[in-house]
């Protein structure tokens, strides 16, 4: 059973920062895929961001330039550095790894940007 933890979200003015991070339990975090996924209110749950094991990344438009994702295989974790925030930011945030074919969530973290 592959556990995450997920840390970093909060309350930030529009055009501030802030970083996720998703702590992965299991040797083998290297080889996972990783993921952050977004779901405001009444809205369904978005790709934000990507990186996989090789280290390409990718990014949604509309955080394209602004974010950016990473990970610490020797930490078991996957970043994601939120800046230039925006009140359309505002939304739970999840990590997802795939590890041996299976998806793992983690329990999420709310981000809430003020104007």
């Known amino acids: 059973q592959v556990q995450l933890v997920e840390s970093g979200g909060g309350l930030v003015q529009a055009g501030g920062s802030l970083r996720l991070s998703c702590a992965a339990s299991?040797?083998?975090?290297?080889?996972?895929?990783c993921c952050w996924y977004r779901q405001a209110p009444g809205k369904q749950r978005d790709l934000v961001a990507d990186i996989t094991s090789g280290g390409s990344t990718y990014y949604a438009d509309s955080v394209k330039g602004r974010f950016t994702v990473s990970r610490d295989n020797a930490k078991n974790t996957v970043y994601l550095q939120m800046n230039s925030l925006k009140v359309e930011d505002s939304a739970v945030y999840y990590c997802k790894i795939t590890r041996a074919f299976r998806d793992y969530w983690g329990q999420g973290t709310q981000v809430t940007v003020s104007s």
């Open positions: 299991g040797s083998i975090f290297s080889s996972d895929y």
